[in-house]
């Protein structure tokens, strides 16, 4: 297995993100493209201490930007959704 580090890049707390999280046991993070729904799972429960159920994960194309008359394109990336089980969470606030 990767380094944790290399597996999850970030959470990502977004309107829609905070919205999962409330209705159900649900957290969002930016993850390495090259990482599977296995490698996810093993990382976020080793790293949080917590018990993952399933995993989703969404394949982002990056976009092609202008900058002046030059075209740049952003880097492509992974969104996965972790959903946990009943009476675990993740508080990424620490409040």
Known sequence: M??????????LITEKANILKEAAPVVVFEVARTANKIEIKQAVEKAFDVKVKSVN?????????????????RSNWKKAYV?????HNIDFYGV
Do not use: A, M, S, W
């Not at 959903?83 to 009476?87: C, D, H, M, S």
């Open 57 to 73: 994960t969404i394949l982002f194309r990056g976009k092609v930007k202008r900058v002046g008359t030059n075209l740049g394109q």
């Open 83 to 87: 959903t946990l089980e009943e009476g």
């Open 2 to 11: 990767k380094p944790l580090h290399q597996i999850i890049h970030k959470p």
